[in-house]
């Protein structure tokens, strides 16, 4: 099954950074620059004509280009069958947060971290942890035609996304609040629109087991 995983990566997320440069300056500690950012697709052509990822991307919002794009990748005997989309689906998640927990492990081993930062990425470094497990879960579930433990289970893996982007919101508010600006800031936006975009991916995976 890991083996499908590889053939989600999409041309809109080409760009994607999700490496760690470290920046020396003469007078302060090493500063890193973390380049995470979703590459978003401005508009699509024309809607998928596969009747699955109509109804999976159905209410994903401004995130729907991106959901098609994706699930438009699959291959076609996946985007034939209910069980086979939601394991892409599910599978493109998973990838990518595989990708977030080891960027944001090399972020927090710099020492001069803001510590409401720092303290923003440890707790995201714990939600999404589970989240490999949480999917897996999913996954056997949906094998074993268990929709509703599979649900379970991707409500679960969202509450933990929606974990992190409450403790990246709070860190934003307290930069906003003494006016700050910067490298900080941008991870913080860039790692939450990152996260809201894995959610829908979720949610679209969701959409397909309730049409099951």
Known sequence: MKNSAMSC??????ALLLGLS????????????????????QKISKLSGDPLVKAACAGTA?????CVSTLQSAPPHQRADGDGLAFFALRFVEDHAVNITTDIKKFLAVPDLAPLLQSALSDCMDQYNPL??????AINAILAKAYSDAEQFIDAAITDINQCDAQLKAHNSEEKAENKTGEDVQLAKNLTEFNLFLKKMLSAAMNILKSN
Do not use: C, Y
């Open 9 to 14: 990566k999409l041309f809109f997320l080409s």
């Open 132 to 137: 490999d497990d949480l999917i897996e879960d």
């Open 22 to 41: 470290f920046i020396a300056s003469p007078t302060t500690a090493a500063r890193p620059s973390l380049h995470l950012q979703l590459h978003r697709i």
């Open 62 to 66: 401004e995130f729907e280009p991106e």
